[in-house]
């Protein structure tokens, strides 16, 4: 099982990277500065600019940049984008009708800790990353770097 996609570990790369610049930046920086293949790239930052997160130019001197600020950023927004709804309750027995939904003990669980970990996704912003702030909310004293 995974948290996080390959998509959405790419997609926070990306938005730390471009965190930092203050214009646009082409497609072939981030590629040879984030090690990331050209194609997964250029779809990945589509993709965040179709959801309004970037904002993207074409031309000779196009590229990408933040559509806010990291602070306003949220991981699970950008998780949703790549892997839609969060979701742990899918039976382990893959049953489509469970007789047991509503009183099974593994269920009630697992949705326990669905809820959890979505409230940490949804109270952690780019912001947070880049300022090395902690998924409890206690943030270090750092500023963003573009705010």
Not at 9 to 35: F, H, P, W
Not at 40 to 63: D, E, H, P, Y
Not at 70 to 77: A, C, S
């Amino acid at each position: 099982m995974k948290l996080i996609t390959r998509d959405t570990d790419y997609a926070v790369r990306i938005l730390c990277y471009l965190s930092g610049k203050n214009q646009r930046t082409a497609v072939v920086e981030m590629v040879r500065e984030l090690k990331i293949p050209a194609a997964f790239l250029r779809r990945i930052a589509q993709r965040l600019s179709k959801a309004g997160i970037l904002t993207s130019a074409k031309g000779f001197n196009g590229g990408f940049t933040l559509s806010a600020k990291p602070r306003d950023i949220r991981l699970l927004d950008v998780a949703e984008i790549f892997q839609g709804n969060f979701s742990l309750n899918d039976c382990l027995f893959k049953r489509r009708i469970c007789p047991d939904r509503k009183t099974c003990f593994l269920r009630r669980q697992i949705l326990d800790i669905e809820k959890y970990v979505l409230e940490k996704f949804a109270s952690l912003t780019v912001g947070d990353i880049l300022a090395g702030g902690s998924i409890d909310g206690q943030k270090k004293n750092n500023q963003d770097r573009r705010e």
